[in-house]
């Protein structure tokens, strides 16, 4: 046995198998932000592009102070002090998403099993749901414009178009899919139509679920910000236009950096503990031990 074999066992041992292979994970998934950093920095140092088309990473993190520099402290961030501009458009962000979350994905759920299960409610929603899938949320916005001006109403209503219509289709493709033997099972038993759909068709519908939940956030974000850029007074999507209107790089750059990692925290610390929850904790989903 080599030393290295015996360092590696050892590690192992002391670690355990299934941290260090977490850890190996989070290593491995770092490497190209790692390589696009090094690669943002000399460009920095030779110049290859224009500080105007790509500021220096260093700007980036002073626009962070830059546009906080007049907040009076945390609290008054928390409350949304006019002086706050950035943490103001986080929260203005994060706002909509979590308000077209609450009222789409469980609209979605439920209007999609109840397609699921009944062929005549389908026919009349699942040629709706087609063609409002067919176009994309961004489509909407013009019209959304006229309808309700600019503000509040015309973000949230491009999220809850683009959230409800993706988790309800997904939805309604699961419940189709479950087997009619469980569902019959159930009945035989004794169940109920209540007991139908919390014990057959929503757990057998949660993977088909949990997709949808995963393209509806990614897609609801792309639709947010674009509706923020033409349609809203704040947001992320607002100060990123606002800030290439006024040529600052450095702002624009930091926004998109901003929605990326809202994101990936979201999907990580959000999405994926539900799918464990669920899908795992239900045995519909296979993982080797």
């Not at 994060?94 to 308000?99: A, F, K």
Request: proline fraction near 4%; charge should be neutral.
């Amino acid at each position: 046995m080599t030393a290295i074999t015996e360092f590696s066992i050892a590690v192992q041992k002391r670690v355990g198998r299934q941290r260090l292979l977490k850890a190996f994970k989070v290593l491995l998934g770092s490497v190209p932000f790692i390589f696009l950093i090094i690669l943002w920095e000399l460009n920095t140092q030779f110049v290859w592009f224009d500080p105007i088309e790509i500021p220096p990473l260093s700007d980036v993190w002073g626009a962070i102070f830059f546009l906080q520099s007049d907040c009076p402290g945390f609290v008054a961030a928390m409350q949304q002090h006019n002086d706050c501009n950035l943490t103001n458009n986080i929260m203005s962000s994060l706002g909509r998403v979590i308000l077209a979350g609450v009222v789409g994905i469980p609209l979605g759920i439920a209007f999609g099993i109840l397609a699921g299960m009944n062929r005549t409610i389908s026919g009349y929603l699942e040629p709706v749901g087609i063609f409002m899938n067919s176009v994309s949320g961004i489509a909407w916005i013009p019209l959304a414009i006229v309808w309700f001006g600019v503000g509040w109403e015309t973000t949230l209503f491009i999220m809850l178009n683009t959230i409800f219509w993706l988790i309800f289709f997904n939805t309604m493709m699961g419940v189709r899919a479950v087997p009619k033997v469980l569902v019959q099972g159930v009945q035989t038993l004794g169940g109920s139509y209540y007991d139908t759909i919390k014990h057959v068709y929503l757990p057998g519908a949660m993977p088909s679920v949990i997709t949808g939940m995963r393209m509806s956030l990614g897609f609801g974000w792309r639709a947010l910000i674009a509706a923020e850029m033409i349609g809203g007074d704040s947001g992320l999507g607002f100060m990123i236009f606002v800030s290439a209107v006024e040529f600052k790089t450095e702002e624009v750059f930091l926004g998109v950096i901003l929605i990326s990692l809202i994101y990936l925290i979201s999907d990580r610390y959000m999405l994926v503990p539900l799918e464990k929850w669920t899908i795992e904790r239900w045995g519909l989903v296979w993982k080797p031990t």
